[in-house]
T-cell receptor
Framework: DAGVIQSPRHEVTEMGQEVTLRCKPI?????LFWYRQTMMRGLELLIY????????DSGMPEDRFSAKMPNASFSTLKIQPSEPRDSAVYFC?????????????FGEGSWLTVV | AQSVTQLGSHVSVSEGALVLLRCNYS??????LFWYVQYPNQGLQLLLK??????LVKGINGFEAEFKKSETSFHLTKPSAHMSDAAEYFC?????????????FGTGTRLQVTL
């Protein structure tokens, strides 16, 4: 079984540029999560979807960040314009719907550096 | 809202010694609790989880954790540390959002294993 697939794995971009991170959840998983990890703030939940519908986006830091899930097998996280403080590892994760005890599976992360 | 507190951002043990990583939770409802491990430059991987069955939960790589309601704790242990256990460990709690539940993570504990 393929796990959660994220792309790109690494990206270096200049301040002001648009960044798009992509995620393919595990087939059959109905919940999808975007987390951000930094040394200063640890793991933060940015947004999550259930059945392609955003449930909670209160963790999105500001309007420069947006996320979409046009179908059950694809999601994007976009930053426009990017800033150096956005440098972090961005994780996508997915979970089968049903019990709150179901395991969340993480991708390998997208390592973003904004210079 | 649910939360977890991990005591000790860094723990160092000798190879062969007991590993004890502490996690306390706060929840207004019976929680689901998780331990994840993150190896360098990788995503998070589930070690074990408590979902209101047995209070002593066994996970992968010889780790186990005991749910203690009276102490609101879910500490992670391993009888004998191995060099390969060096990683960052995250405790997490799931809310009771039903099919749209999400995980809230602690700040992580970095485990160092020395010879």
């Amino acid at each position: 079984d393929a796990g959660v697939i994220q792309s790109p794995r690494h990206e270096v971009t200049e301040m002001g540029q648009e960044v798009t991170l992509r995620c393919k959840p595990i087939s059959g998983h109905n919940s999808l999560f975007w987390y951000r990890q930094t040394m200063m703030r640890g793991l933060e939940l940015l947004i999550y979807f259930n059945n392609n519908v955003p449930i909670d986006d209160s963790g999105m830091p500001e309007d420069r960040f947006s996320a979409k899930m046009p179908n059950a097998s694809f999601s994007t996280l976009k930053i426009q314009p990017s800033e150096p403080r956005d440098s972090a590892v961005y994780f996508c994760a997915s979970k089968p719907t049903g019990s709150a005890g179901n395991t969340i599976y993480f991708g390998e992360g997208s390592w973003l550096t904004v210079v | 809202a649910q939360s977890v507190t991990q005591l000790g951002s860094h723990v160092s043990v000798s190879e062969g010694a007991l590993v004890l990583l502490r996690c306390n939770y706060s929840s207004s409802v019976p929680p689901y609790l998780f331990w994840y491990v993150q190896y360098p430059n990788q995503g998070l991987q589930l070690l074990l989880k408590y979902t209101s069955a047995a209070t002593l939960v066994k996970g992968i790589n010889g780790f186990e954790a005991e749910f203690k309601k009276s102490e609101t704790s879910f500490h992670l242990t391993k009888p004998s540390a191995h060099m390969s256990d060096a990683a960052e460990y995250f405790c997490a709690v799931s809310d009771q959002g039903g099919t749209a539940s999400k995980l809230t993570f602690g700040t992580g504990t970095r485990l160092q294993v020395t010879l």
